[in-house]
Antibody, heavy 118, light 112 residues
Framework: QVQLQESGPGLVKPSETLSLTCTVSGGSISNSIHYWGWIRQPPGKGLEWIGSVYYSGTTYFSPSLRGRVTMSVDTSKNQFSLKLNSVTAADTAVYYC??????????WGQGTLVTVSS | QTVVTQEPSLTVSPGGTVTLTCASSTGAVTSGYNANWFQQKPGQAPRALIYSATNKHSWTPARFSGSLLGGKAALTLSGVQPEDEAEYYCLLYYGGAQPSWVFGGGTKLTVL
């Protein structure tokens, strides 16, 4: 059974770059049927799809975040990463990584809270 | 900006049946939108229930079912249990030159 675990700083200053990594265990990130995604949830609010990355490096992003977000894959470490630049308080959220396959977004990490504050 | 709309809140009695819907601002939701449904309880990560509009995961209780109904994606709970009280989110796929997914705003289901 695949497991996903987010990691990264829990506090980021305004205007700086938020960086998170998702470590995948129990399955290969290079599996050609899967995409690897990031979703976030501001405190007390709903879910927002941020984007996804394929093992080859192909990426898809939410139109509302395109221009501020990059994603990458490190197959040697079985990890994928999210970078969101020029953050503001509105980017404060729980960030989830997830795996998307033929059965949709079936597998999720537990989430990590990132607070944007000086 | 594409908007996916769900009922903000619904209330159902234990043992009853309730249907949650998921509409797209772009028009009728069809199978191509690959609707996913998730359940989220406070303090927990979302748990996948349904994919491709009608398919259940191995862990999805039999009382949950997905469908396409009247131009919307729908999630029906039959024989509701107290533990079904949760927030429910749908997720739709938008293809094209720059594919993306969009979550609905969520439905808070109260079992009372």
């Amino acid at each position: 059974q695949v497991q996903l675990q987010e990691s990264g700083p829990g506090l980021v200053k305004p205007s700086e770059t938020l960086s998170l990594t998702c470590t995948v265990s129990g399955g290969s990130i290079s599996n050609s049927i899967h995409y690897w995604g990031w979703i976030r949830q501001p405190p007390g609010k709903g879910l927002e799809w941020i984007g996804s990355v394929y093992y080859s490096g192909t990426t898809y992003f939410s139109p509302s975040l395109r221009g501020r977000v990059t994603m990458s894959v490190d197959t040697s470490k079985n990890q994928f990463s999210l970078k969101l630049n020029s953050v503001t308080a509105a980017d404060t959220a729980v960030y989830y990584c997830a795996r998307k396959g033929d059965s949709g977004y079936a597998d999720w990490g537990q989430g990590t809270l990132v607070t944007v504050s000086s | 900006q594409t908007v996916v709309t769900q009922e903000p809140s619904l209330t159902v009695s234990p043992g009853g049946t309730v249907t949650l819907t998921c509409a797209s601002s772009t028009g009728a939701v069809t199978s191509g939108y690959n609707a996913n449904w998730f359940q989220q309880k406070p303090g927990q990560a979302p748990r996948a229930l349904i994919y491709s509009a009608t398919n259940k995961h191995s862990w999805t209780p039999a009382r949950f079912s997905g469908s396409l109904l009247g131009g919307k994606a729908a999630l029906t709970l039959s024989g509701v249990q107290p533990e079904d009280e949760a927030e429910y989110y749908c997720l739709l796929y938008y293809g094209g030159a720059q594919p993306s997914w969009v979550f609905g705003g969520g439905t808070k289901l109260t079992v009372l």
